[in-house]
């Protein structure tokens, strides 16, 4: 792996989705921690050092803003010029909540602080700026399902009034995870405020190939894809069929080649790539990494 690392370009980021899999031991992690508390807070500096992880997702951002403390915690065990994309709150990203009890009396209710920039600026950005500022990458804004159908120009309307009023610290990513916003319109607000589309891997989401066919998608500033459910694929089932995450179950050669064409085209117009899988895509994100690796070095 170091001599395939050594032939990536560096511009090209690879990496996984999370980091604090025990799964994979002897395939990123060698060290031996003391206890499950251990490997949480220490692990990160070891999953950097290894030769092609160039980027990591801060997946847990989606769930709750991650406090300034913790996020320089994540700072000081980083190398300098490796980057991180963080999932903005689901607070920010999410225009209604799901009917699931967990969300209360809000379930199947409209989210009243959906793309509210100001609430993004106070809860996510403002303690990124403080304690992670030089490790940032884009930020993910992941735009849930909506529980009722979204109406692709109102959404629109929403996306360019937030990322016009939103700080401009951190590059912008947006990830969809419903095909019917994925629009002309929806391309022209991304080119408007330089911000770039998430291609992301999905069950529910077109192919990644079908994606790149959408004029405007390849013009963001970054390129950016999140390899997550294969299609027909349901988390709960993959994460039960695949752990521990430590081998190829389901091996998706197309997702491969789509990805491969995608970081060409992307390095061939001098863009900086950032390519981070999830264990749900083929069975172990390591191995998926590793595969990608060896596809785009040769």
Not at 36 to 62: I, N
Not at 240 to 269: K, N, W
């Amino acid at each position: 792996v170091y001599e395939t690392g050594d032939r990536l370009p560096e511009t090209l980021r690879l990496g996984t989705s999370s980091w604090t899999v025990p799964g994979w031991a002897g395939l990123v992690y060698h060290r031996r921690y003391p206890n499950q508390k251990a490997f949480l807070r220490d692990s990160l500096g070891e999953y950097a050092a290894h030769p092609l992880m160039r980027t990591v997702g801060v997946d847990r951002g989606y769930y709750s803003p991650v406090p300034e403390e913790d996020l320089a915690a994540y700072s000081r065990q980083l190398p300098d010029g490796f980057r991180a994309a963080m999932k903005v709150w689901q607070r920010v990203t999410m225009p209604g909540f799901p009917r699931h009890p967990r969300y209360g009396d809000e379930a199947g209710k409209d989210n009243p602080s959906f793309l509210d920039a100001e609430l993004f600026r106070q809860a996510v950005h403002e303690p990124a700026c403080i304690g992670f500022s030089r490790h940032m990458g884009p930020w993910i804004v992941e735009i849930a399902p909506s529980p009722s159908p979204l109406d692709p120009t109102w959404f629109c309307e929403k996306l360019d009034a937030f990322l016009e009023a939103a700080p401009k610290g951190f590059p912008f990513a947006v990830e969809l995870r419903d095909r019917k916003l994925l629009t002309a319109q929806y391309a022209r607000t991304l080119q408007k405020h330089g911000a770039s589309h998430v291609f992301n891997y999905w069950s529910k989401m077109p192919k990644l190939a079908q994606q790149m066919r959408v004029d405007g998608l390849l013009d963001g500033p970054l390129c950016i894809a999140r390899l997550l459910l294969p299609p027909g694929g349901r988390y709960a089932d993959l994460k039960e069929a695949y752990a521990p995450f430590d081998r190829l179950v389901s091996p998706q050669p197309e997702m491969r080649q789509d990805v491969v064409r995608l970081v060409r085209e992307a390095l061939e117009h001098d863009k900086e790539c950032y390519i981070i899988v999830n264990n749900k895509a083929e069975g172990s994100s390591p191995l998926t990494v590793r595969a990608l690796a060896e596809l785009l070095a040769a």
